[in-house]
C-alpha cells in the first residue's frame, strides 16, 4: 500500500473545482484509495462530465455550488483541496471578477471549512504566481515578477492573494495547509475550446489547419502530464511539508518545437499560422522541482511525446471537424 493509498483510505476529502479538468483525476484517484470524495463545483469551466463515472461510487457526492458563498460540508472532513478557479487565459480573461472572488472569497471560504472541520487543506496555486519571471528555472523562493493591473492580473494577483491568506490561517489559527504550485499541465478531459496550447494545437492539427503559435513561438513552457501532476500533488497533500512546492516537469520546450510534437503525436502536419502575443504573456516557463524531489521524493516520469500520444486519442474523439 503506498504512503498515499495508506493516508487517504477511509478519509473525506471535499475537492473544490473537483469537476474541472486536474482536479477530476484527483478525485478519481483518492476515490480508487478508498476516500470519500465530496465535489463542490458551480461548472462555469468544469464540466460533470468529468466525473459523472464516480457516481454511484461508494461515498462519492457531486453538489452544484458556488464556493464563493458560505460553505458547509455535513459530517467530518479530513482534507479540502481547493481547485476552484478559471485557469486557462482564455477563461480568466472571460470571466475576471469570477477569477478574483473564487481565488479571494473562495479561498477564505476553503480555509474556513478547514478550520471547522480541523481538516488539512490543499491550495492549487501556480506558476502563474511568477508572472513573466526574470529568473529560470523559478525556485519556490523567487517572488516574481508579475503586472498586477494587467489582464493577466486577475489570476497571478489572486493566486498570489490566496497563497498569502492560506499561510496568514496556517499562522494564526494553526490550520494545516499544503501549498502547491502547478506548471502547464495537460492529459485527457482538457476542454477542447480550453484557449491554451495544448488543447487549440491538437484541435488545428485534427483539423487539418495550421497550429495557431502565438510571437514567434520562441517562448518556452514546461509542461506535466497529468498522472505525473497527481503524484505529485498528493504526495505533498500527505507529507509533512507546507509549501510552496513546485510540481511540474522541468523539461523545457518553445511553442515551435510543442506544434511540431503535437503534429507528430496526431500524424498530420498542417503547419503553423503566427499570431500576436497577449499582453504579458511568458518568455519563460521552468520549474525548479528540487524540493519536490528532496521533500516528496517526485519528479516527473512521463516524457512530452509519451504524454503527447496518450493525450491525442482524447482530443481524437472530442474535436469536431
Known amino acids: 500500500m503506498s504512503a498515499v493509498t495508506e493516508a487517504v483510505s477511509g478519509r473525506h476529502a471535499?475537492?473544490?473545482?473537483?469537476?474541472?479538468?486536474?482536479?477530476?483525476?484527483?478525485?478519481?484517484?483518492?476515490?480508487?484509495?478508498?476516500?470519500?470524495?465530496?465535489?463542490?463545483?458551480?461548472?462555469?469551466?468544469?464540466?460533470?462530465?468529468?466525473?459523472?463515472?464516480?457516481?454511484?461510487?461508494?461515498?462519492?457526492?457531486?453538489?452544484?455550488?458556488?464556493?464563493?458563498?458560505?460553505?458547509?460540508?455535513?459530517?467530518?472532513?479530513?482534507?479540502?483541496?481547493?481547485?476552484?478557479?478559471?485557469?486557462?487565459?482564455?477563461?480568466?480573461?472571460?470571466?475576471?471578477?469570477?477569477?478574483?472572488?473564487?481565488?479571494?472569497?473562495?479561498?477564505?471560504?476553503?480555509?474556513?471549512?478547514?478550520?471547522?472541520?480541523?481538516?488539512?487543506?490543499?491550495?492549487?496555486?501556480?506558476?502563474?504566481?511568477?508572472?513573466?519571471?526574470?529568473?529560470?528555472?523559478?525556485?519556490e523562493t523567487y517572488w516574481g515578477h508579475v503586472n498586477p493591473v494587467g489582464p493577466r492580473g486577475v489570476y497571478d494577483e489572486a493566486k498570489r492573494f490566496s497563497e498569502a491568506m492560506t499561510l496568514a490561517y496556517h499562522r494564526q489559527h494553526g490550520v494545516e495547509v499544503r501549498i502547491a504550485r502547478i506548471f502547464n499541465t495537460y492529459g485527457p478531459r482538457m476542454r477542447v475550446d480550453d484557449g491554451r496550447a495544448i488543447p487549440a494545437f491538437f484541435a488545428a492539427a485534427l483539423r487539418n489547419q495550421p497550429l495557431p503559435v502565438h510571437g514567434d513561438g520562441s517562448q518556452t513552457r514546461s509542461l506535466c502530464y497529468v498522472d505525473d501532476e497527481v503524484e505529485g500533488l498528493l504526495r505533498l497533500l500527505v507529507s509533512e511539508h507546507t509549501g510552496p512546492v513546485n510540481i511540474g516537469n522541468p523539461d523545457e520546450v518553445t511553442m515551435l518545437e510543442l506544434a511540431q510534437r503535437v503534429q507528430d503525436a496526431v500524424g498530420n502536419h498542417p503547419g503553423v499560422v503566427f499570431h500576436p502575443r497577449p499582453q504579458d504573456d511568458p518568455t519563460v516557463r521552468r520549474p525548479d522541482t528540487t524540493l519536490a524531489s528532496q521533500l516528496l521524493g517526485w519528479k516527473a516520469e512521463i516524457s512530452l511525446d509519451d504524454g503527447l500520444r496518450r493525450t491525442a486519442g482524447w482530443f481524437a474523439e472530442h474535436v469536431r471537424p
Open 14 to 139: 471535499v475537492v473544490l473545482g473537483g469537476a474541472g479538468f486536474l482536479a477530476s483525476h484527483l478525485c478519481d484517484r483518492l476515490a480508487a484509495a478508498g476516500a470519500q470524495v465530496t465535489v463542490i463545483d458551480n461548472f462555469i469551466t468544469g464540466t460533470s462530465r468529468n466525473v459523472e463515472h464516480l457516481l454511484g461510487t461508494d461515498g462519492f457526492t457531486l453538489v452544484d455550488y458556488d464556493v464563493t458563498n458560505y460553505l458547509h460540508v455535513a459530517g467530518d472532513v479530513d482534507f479540502v483541496l481547493h481547485f476552484a478557479s478559471p485557469a486557462s487565459p482564455a477563461d480568466y480573461l472571460r470571466w475576471p471578477i469570477q477569477t478574483l472572488k473564487v481565488g479571494s472569497l473562495g479561498t477564505h471560504k476553503a480555509l474556513g471549512l478547514a478550520r471547522a472541520k480541523g481538516a488539512r487543506l490543499l491550495l492549487a496555486s501556480t506558476s502563474e504566481v511568477y508572472g513573466d519571471p526574470q529568473v529560470s528555472p523559478q525556485p
